[in-house]
Every structure is written in structure tokens, then in C-alpha cells.
């Protein structure tokens, strides 16, 4: 069994930043993409930016690239998401996720999920 515990959301102001962490446990972490997702109410979930097992290729969404940063630490098992600039679009529930096969955009692709935590942006 893998677990992702995803922590760092909060509230903050239109202009500042936060920096979520995800620590896995389960399964050799090195050896695995790993994605982080969104869902804001009534919209579905999407996928704005991965990484690879060593952390030197990363993939990012339009709507976030230039504001939000992937990387991962593979000797404390663990994934970042420096998120700067942020503005009250990016309220949503953020979600880390590890990749199995396939096409990374899809959420159908991940098989292991964290619990997700809050990010609101106020205006």
C-alpha cells in the first residue's frame, strides 16, 4: 500500500505564494513519475504539472507555467510545488498522485492519490 500526505495549502492573498509537500511511504519513490492535480468546485480534476524519477524533466500546464515549480527529493521521499504568484483562479483542492502507465493527463493514469489540501486565494 502507497501513502501520499499532501500538506502546506492555506489561505493566502492574490500575489503571494505557498509551497505544498507531499511525503510518500509505500513504495520505492524514485521509480515513479509523479503528478500534481486540481479540482475546483464543479470542475473536474486536472493535471498541471509532473516530474520524472529524477527530478531533470518536468511538464507544466499553460495556466501555471512561470508561477508554479515541481520538484522532488528523492532521498526524504518526498515532492514540492512551489506556487507563487497566485491568484484567486487557483483556488482549488490540490492533489498529489504517482503515475502508473499512460497518458499523464489523465487521472485514470495514477493509481496512488494523497487526501488533497486546500489552497484559497483571496482577492
Known amino acids: 500500500q502507497v501513502h501520499l500526505v499532501e500538506s502546506g495549502g492555506g489561505l493566502v492573498q492574490a500575489g503571494g505564494s505557498l509551497r505544498l509537500s507531499c511525503a510518500a511511504s509505500?513504495?520505492?519513490?524514485?521509480?515513479?513519475?509523479m503528478g500534481w492535480f486540481r479540482q475546483a468546485p464543479g470542475k473536474e480534476r486536472e493535471r498541471f504539472a509532473t516530474i520524472n524519477w529524477s527530478g531533470s524533466s518536468t511538464y507544466y500546464a499553460d495556466f501555471v507555467k512561470g508561477r508554479f515549480t515541481i520538484s522532488r527529493d528523492n532521498a526524504e521521499n518526498t515532492v514540492y510545488l512551489q506556487m507563487n504568484s497566485l491568484k484567486p483562479e487557483d483556488t482549488a483542492v490540490y492533489y498529489c498522485?504517482?503515475?502508473?502507465?499512460?497518458?499523464?493527463?489523465?487521472?485514470?493514469?495514477?493509481?496512488?492519490w494523497g487526501q488533497g489540501t486546500q489552497v484559497t486565494v483571496s482577492s
Open positions: 498522485a504517482s503515475h502508473l502507465s499512460g497518458d499523464m493527463s489523465r487521472p485514470s493514469s495514477y493509481d496512488y
Open positions: 509505500g513504495r520505492p519513490f524514485s521509480r515513479y513519475f
